[in-house]
């Protein structure tokens, strides 16, 4: 158990429609970053937020949005979902900005649009 | 930009053979080097580290040296169990924490 929590495991969608993906992080960190992996994309980076504010961004939509809350969970929004967005979601936390820090990474929401 | 090159798999080997996962990539700086493991149904997992050239991650029988020479990160692993079937990743980690990772490659061990 890596200590970061993804919810939900599993979700089905429509094209169109919008959803919410949520991530806890491990005690402690301050760090949250949102990747995507798909068979033809591989593991993508999309976002990272530390203490709140964004940090980095990666290849992600302008349809997709994503923010860190005071208590430092972190949602991921996806909206006018396509079936190409039909992917694994991850969520990962990490303590700090040092180099060589680890990150842990929750079990993902595998998202599938149909 | 910063990228890492796997060799594509599947690799399918017997247990106990040796396994290697050729691992190469291209940054700027001076980047920190990682390999993840994959299971069926899970999230990624630390497998090993590296943070400045010449240095040796190992963990689980697994050994990989940070080549700055050749950009490299192979992965070994002596001899492999059925246990080792999983997905490898190599990734890098340049400024700001983010992580940069290789296509993947499957690893089946038969009995």
Redesign the interface.
């Known amino acids: 158990d890596s200590g970061v929590t993804q919810t939900p495991k599993h979700l089905i969608t429509a094209t169109g429609q919008r959803v919410t993906l949520r991530c806890s992080p491990r005690s402690g960190d301050l760090s949250v970053y949102w990747y995507q992996q798909s068979l033809d994309q591989g593991l993508q980076f999309l976002i990272q937020y530390y203490n709140g504010e964004e940090r980095a961004k990666g290849n992600i939509l302008e349809r997709f949005s994503a923010q860190q809350f005071p208590d430092l969970h972190s949602e991921l929004n996806l909206s006018s979902l396509e079936l190409g967005d039909s992917a694994l979601y991850f969520c990962a936390s990490s303590s700090g900005q040092e180099r060589g820090t680890e990150a842990f990474f929750g079990q993902g929401t595998r998202l599938t649009v149909v | 930009g910063n990228s890492v090159t796997q060799m594509e798999g599947p690799v399918t080997l017997s247990e106990e053979a040796f396994l290697t996962i050729n691992c190469t990539y291209t940054a700027t700086g001076y980047p920190?080097l990682?390999w993840?493991v994959q299971y069926p149904?899970?999230?990624?997992?630390?497998l090993l580290?590296a943070?400045k050239a010449d240095d040796k991650g190992s963990n689980k029988g697994f050994e990989a040296t940070y080549r700055k020479e050749t950009t490299s990160f192979h992965l070994e692993k002596g001899s492999v169990q059925v246990s080792d079937s999983a997905v490898y990743?190599c990734a890098l980690?340049a400024a700001?924490?983010?992580?940069?990772?290789?296509?993947?490659t499957r690893v089946l061990v038969k009995p």
């Open positions: 920190s990682f993840y149904g899970e999230g990624l997992q630390l580290k943070t990743f980690q700001g924490n983010k992580l940069t990772f290789g296509g993947g």
